[in-house]
Nanobody
């Protein structure tokens, strides 16, 4: 069973929305510590959003006001609502521990392409 499974990506036009999901294996990960990362084409992976231990949501500057991270404890799933998408949001989106990702546990990610 894969530890982290991301889904929900796709091809959308600028200004539209997508909702990503990350289902985590309960025995390995808790949604309380998960966050979202993304890797633009040809660039390094960087963080997008996550929760602090107190439950406060943190966002990278480039997504503030547009993306919302939520979680479902019962389903051990974390979501990323992506609104007002821009071409520069294009990339592969991953979930992992936040703020320090657990290497060796990266999933396949889900591709998001924002293009007219």
């Amino acid at each position: 069973q894969v530890p982290l499974v991301e889904s929900g990506g796709g091809l959308v036009q600028p200004g539209r929305s997508l909702r990503l999901s990350c289902e985590a294996r309960r025995e390995l990960f808790s949604v309380a510590t998960l966050g979202w990362y993304y890797q633009p084409p040809g660039k390094e992976r960087e963080w997008v959003a996550g929760f602090t231990p107190s439950g406060t949501r943190l966002y990278a500057d480039f997504v503030k006001g547009r993306f919302i991270i939520t979680r479902d404890n019962g389903a051990n799933t974390v979501y990323l609502q992506m609104n007002s998408l821009k071409p520069e949001d294009t990339g592969v989106y991953f979930c992992n521990d936040f703020p320090v990702a657990r290497e060796g546990y990266w999933g396949q990610g889900t591709q998001v392409t924002v293009s007219a």
